[in-house]
């Protein structure tokens, strides 16, 4: 076993299920993705520190417990087709790949997608497809989703997104006002409307797009 093997190992005892993350798919798939490969340079010794952490254009790697509760949030089972918005390292992406059958994953920073992409080949992680562009379009061409996750805080839902749900389908989404502090929400599709529940507080870099913020912290929709 390798060292970051137990280093991984250890991080979904100590700060994902020891926190409450009972889903036997998300657990084995943080057991087995490599973080390492997906932060910085530099940073591959603090890749399983249960924190977020800086990668480039000024954005982070999400902390993995919050990945892990997200993707238990969502219920991403084998056999769904899964979106994320705010693809970054890729490394969400790749996660929910190892539980799905097909992942698209969008990225609006042309930078942080090439690398996610490039990382996400050399894996070998053939169902994940990384994308540039603003993810709160959505991906038309693949709808509907089992499941969509995103990984920046919306002032709200973007409706492209809920028409993009399947039946049956969940939305994981911070939102809020704030930029700072935000409520994750659940929003489950059904025949016939949006069912909500709340996940909990959580701090995310801000979804800025057509249906989010502005680039200047003005809201855009
Ligand atoms: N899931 C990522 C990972 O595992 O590394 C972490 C993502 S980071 C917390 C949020 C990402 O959302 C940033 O890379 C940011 O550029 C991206 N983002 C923000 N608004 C977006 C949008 N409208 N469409 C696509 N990506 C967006």
């Given amino acids: 076993m390798t060292d970051f093997q137990r280093r991984r190992d250890h991080m979904v005892v100590a700060h994902i299920a020891s926190r409450g993350v009972r889903d036997e ?20 010794e603090f890749a ?3 924190s977020p952490l800086p990668i480039a254009e000024g954005q982070t ?3 993995p417990y919050i990945v892990a509760a997200m993707i238990e949030a ?3 089972r084998p056999g769904d087709r899964v979106l ?6 890729g490394y969400a992406a790749a996660v929910i790949g190892q539980i799905a059958d097909r992942v698209v994953a969008i990225e609006r920073h042309d930078a942080l997608g090439a690398s ?11 169902n994940v497809d990384i994308r540039i562009g603003d993810g709160t379009r959505g991906a038309p061409d693949e709808a509907p989703f089992d499941a969509i996750l995103v990984a920046a805080g919306a002032p709200v839902v973007p409706e492209a997104l809920k028409e993009q749900l399947a039946i049956g ?3 994981v989404i911070p939102v809020g006002e704030e930029r700072s502090q935000t409520l994750c929400k659940v929003i489950r599709r059904t025949e016939s409307r949006y069912e909500e529940s709340d996940l909990g507080a959580v701090r995310f870099v801000p979804l800025i797009g057509e249906r989010a913020w ?8």
């Avoid at 996610?116 to 053939?126: E, N, P, Q, S, V």
């Avoid at 502005?214 to 929709?221: I, M, P, T, V």
Wanted: charged share 30%; aromatic share 6%.
């Fill in 25 to 44: 798919h998300v657990l084995t798939a943080m057991r087995t993705v490599p973080r390492e490969r997906f932060v910085a340079e530099g940073m591959a």
């Fill in 48 to 50: 399983y520190a249960d």
């Fill in 61 to 63: 790697i999400s902390q």
């Fill in 74 to 76: 969502a219920e991403v």
């Fill in 84 to 89: 994320e918005v705010g693809a970054g390292s």
């Fill in 116 to 126: 996610a992409k490039r990382r996400i080949a050399d894996l070998g992680y053939a």
């Fill in 169 to 171: 389908g969940r939305l």
């Fill in 214 to 221: 502005a680039e200047d912290g003005s809201r855009a929709a």
